[in-house]
């Protein structure tokens, strides 16, 4: 055999061994993919959809590890709740309490706690668009397989799109409840001559203008029993009931 043969020989020995190690790579690759997403989607079934109401747990280092690079996929979940509760939930609480209707005698001294409390609902608005913005440009940049996908797509709605949607369903209830209340406290301002407020009692010396405030507590009332309905809905979506 001679030099140039052997050469030619070698050659080609080399290029089908790189090829068979490449496709060894490549299966070994697919396999691990493959089996990360497995992970992946078993976790979404049995931690996140099957159970009841919202549960977004935290996976455990080693449940991170078996995701792969899908882990990255459940951050776009978790940081939308994480933010939700931060930037909105807990500041809710701080503004449902400042803005707390105790009694009807108190609304005029209490105008100012009621004006805070609406404006801060316009920024708990924009907060909750901003996280939800934010979580489904995320996952717009998601590669899924289509059984992934699909997995994928019930556990999003489940624990962002729906509770995002529920939560902005209470603002235009809170808006119109503070607004009522609001002009409840202006009238009475106008007509406290014709008020005699004693503790949480109020006694109205008018009849026209007893007439009217009934009106609008009425009004306030029934705005309230809205609100009521949108906490009912929102506790429905958290509890799975």
């Not at 080399?14 to 993919?33: D, F, R, Y």
């Not at 976790?43 to 995701?67: H, I």
């Not at 609902?121 to 901003?130: E, V």
């Not at 106008?190 to 009217?212: I, R, W, Y």
Request: one cysteine or more; hydrophobic letters at 40%.
């Amino acid at each position: 055999m001679t030099t140039t043969t052997r050469s030619l020989f070698s050659s080609a020995w080399l290029h089908l061994a790189l090829g068979l190690m490449l496709s060894m790579l490549l299966v070994a690759c697919g396999n691990k993919e493959a089996e990360q997403r497995t992970a992946f989607i078993t976790y979404l079934q049995t931690r996140v959809l099957d159970k009841p109401g919202l549960r977004v747990p935290t996976p455990t280092a080693e449940e991170k590890t078996s995701f792969g690079d899908y882990a990255q996929h459940y951050a776009v979940i978790t940081d939308f709740n994480e933010g939700m509760n931060r930037s909105v939930s807990q500041p809710m609480t701080q503004i449902m309490a400042k803005g707390a209707l105790r009694s009807l005698a108190d609304l005029p001294a209490r105008r100012d706690d009621l004006k805070a409390a609406k404006e801060g609902l316009g920024g708990l608005r924009t907060a909750l668009d901003q996280q939800l913005t934010k979580a489904d440009a995320a996952r717009a940049q998601l590669k899924q397989p289509d059984d992934l996908k699909q997995v994928y797509g019930k556990a999003y709605e489940k624990t962002v799109t729906t509770p995002a949607a529920t939560f902005k369903e209470v603002f235009p209830a809170l808006d119109a409840v503070f607004d009522s209340a609001l002009a409840i406290g202006d009238f009475m301002e106008k007509n406290k001559s014709k008020l005699q407020v004693s503790g949480a009692t109020l006694t109205v010396t008018d009849p026209a203008v007893g007439t009217e405030l009934n009106k609008m507590v009425q009004q306030l009332s029934s705005q309230s029993a809205a609100i009521n309905t949108a906490q009912d809905k929102m506790r429905a979506v958290m509890r799975g009931s």
